[in-house]
């Protein structure tokens, strides 16, 4: 099995640029690292335990991610003889193939799915021709999870939004989901305009993720996620086999998204013409009169969820077939709004009659938008929390208190 290098591309003002490693088995890539990297390892984990001792922490309770900060990444120059340039700080996460594809397809945790909600570079090492037909198959998987993860944010995404919306503020929302309810916030940890400075600053990224999603006919549709070089691959298979979803396994999802329907393009612009400006604007490099052209196209409301009157039997089909970990913690939501109002005059009224709103305490269903924005807060809020815990133990006091500094600082700036 491959250990992949996933790089979350910065966005915004300096935000994200973070790198993960998606390792085949935890004890064995910490203690490799510790070989040949002990000064990333500060931790009196790691100090008295080795690597055995680290991938059980990073294995103990959820997210199932462990850190190294303040890293200093060489940026050229490795060649053995010559003076290699000097890097900049940053902190990488290390977790398990495993554990990454659990997150991603249940949101258990809603850390590690929720990054991937976002543009993402993945890196697949050289295949061993004797493993290869193994590596692609575990490619494949990987691939497919990744694509449900996305097609699960983006319907939750839509199911949260009133009727009318811009695809600027669904891109926010989906971004929203994975930041919400984060207990760093509460402590000044983070910085509060963190979702407004990744949609603005990847929004033509998130474009390219999701637009051929929900817009087919508009928009191109999203390239497939892993880059693997035909070399690796088995023979008669090809990179595109690695993200093909079967139509079937979604029916609730992609039902939903085909209830939504563009209102109207911006004025004098055809299908074609919008597809042309996407795309230069996507092959130019930072700021850019097209990027900008583009971006103001994407804020006004042309969107529009149709068939108002069944609106509420879509959602309930695509509900089933969102990850488990949300559709629990919204069952449970929804029990208790039921329990509060089980002796209100309301509990007579028919679960739709109720779903729409009729008198002061509302029974909400599971997939009401405002129970599944919830839901999506309570599973970040739980494993910030933990992960917040952990931190002190992966990085050690004084490291987790500089961190935590810096990040206040620049949460403020």
């Given at each position: 099995m491959l250990d992949l290098l996933l790089v979350l591309p910065r966005g915004g003002r300096g935000i994200g640029g973070s790198q993960w490693t998606a390792a085949s088995g935890a004890v064995h890539w910490h203690e490799a690292n510790l070989d040949m990297n002990p000064g990333h390892y500060r931790s009196f984990v790691a100090k008295v335990g080795g690597g055995e001792r680290v991938g059980q922490v990073q294995r103990w309770r959820r997210p199932k991610v462990w850190f190294n900060p303040n890293v200093e990444i060489p940026m050229g120059g490795q060649a053995e003889g010559r003076k290699t340039i000097r890097g900049r700080l940053c902190k990488y996460g290390v977790t398990t193939l495993e554990d990454l594809e659990s997150d991603l397809t249940s949101w258990d945790d809603l850390y590690l799915a929720g990054r991937l909600h976002k543009p993402v570079e993945i890196f697949v090492p050289p295949s061993d021709p004797r493993t290869a037909s193994a590596d692609f198959a575990d490619l494949s998987s990987l691939g497919k999870k990744i694509e449900f993860?996305?097609?699960?944010?983006?319907?939750?995404?839509?199911?949260?939004?009133?009727?009318?919306?811009?695809?600027?503020?669904?891109?926010?929302?989906?971004?929203?989901?994975?930041?919400?309810?984060?207990?760093?916030?509460?402590?000044?940890?983070?910085?509060?305009?963190?979702?407004?400075?990744?949609?603005?600053?990847?929004?033509?990224?998130?474009?390219?993720?999701?637009?051929?999603?929900?817009?087919?006919?508009?928009?191109?549709?999203?390239?497939?996620?892993?880059?693997?070089e035909k070399a690796q691959l088995p023979q008669g298979t090809s990179p595109s086999d690695s993200v093909a979803l079967k139509e079937e396994?979604?029916?609730?999802?992609?039902?939903?998204?085909?209830?939504?329907?563009?209102?109207?393009?911006?004025?004098?612009?055809?299908?074609?013409?919008?597809?042309?400006?996407?795309?230069?604007?996507?092959?130019?490099?930072?700021?850019?009169?097209?990027?900008?052209?583009?971006?103001?196209?994407?804020?006004?409301?042309?969107?529009?969820?149709?068939?108002?009157?069944?609106?509420?039997?879509?959602?309930?089909?695509?509900?089933?077939?969102?990850?488990?970990?949300?559709?629990?913690?919204?069952?449970?939501?929804?029990?208790?709004?039921?329990?509060?109002?089980?002796?209100?005059?309301?509990?007579?009224?028919?679960?739709?009659?109720?779903?729409?709103?009729?008198?002061?305490?509302?029974?909400?269903?599971?997939?009401?938008?405002?129970?599944?924005?919830?839901?999506?807060?309570?599973?970040?809020?739980?494993?910030?929390?933990?992960?917040?815990?952990?931190?002190?133990?992966?990085?050690?006091?004084?490291?987790?208190?500089?961190?935590?500094?810096?990040?206040?600082?620049?949460?403020?700036?």
């Open positions: 993860n996305r097609l699960c944010a983006l319907t939750t995404a839509l199911m949260t939004l009133p009727r009318f919306f811009s695809l600027s503020e669904l891109l926010r929302e989906i971004v929203s989901l994975s930041y919400r309810g984060d207990v760093r916030l509460d402590f000044k940890m983070e910085d509060p305009r963190k979702v407004e400075r990744l949609v603005s600053g990847q929004i033509l990224d998130l474009l390219s993720i999701y637009g051929g999603l929900l817009v087919p006919e508009v928009f191109s549709k999203p390239q497939p996620v892993l880059a693997v396994e979604t029916d609730g999802l992609t039902g939903l998204i085909a209830s939504v329907k563009l209102q109207e393009l911006p004025s004098g612009l055809s299908s074609e013409k919008m597809k042309e400006k996407v795309a230069a604007a996507l092959k130019t490099e930072g700021a850019s009169k097209e990027r900008e052209e583009v971006a103001g196209l994407l804020s006004d409301p042309h969107f529009v969820l149709t068939r108002p009157a069944v609106w509420n039997d879509v959602k309930e089909r695509a509900f089933e077939d969102l990850p488990e970990s949300l559709k629990y913690r919204a069952n449970a939501l929804s029990a208790g709004s039921r329990f509060g109002n089980i002796f209100s005059p309301l509990s007579l009224l028919s679960e739709q009659r109720v779903e729409r709103g009729m008198g002061p305490d509302v029974v909400k269903m599971p997939w009401n938008g405002e129970v599944l924005s919830e839901s999506a807060k309570w599973l970040v809020r739980r494993s910030s929390s933990t992960q917040l815990l952990k931190g002190v133990l992966s990085s050690g006091v004084m490291t987790s208190a500089l961190y935590a500094a810096r990040k206040a600082q620049k949460a403020v700036s």
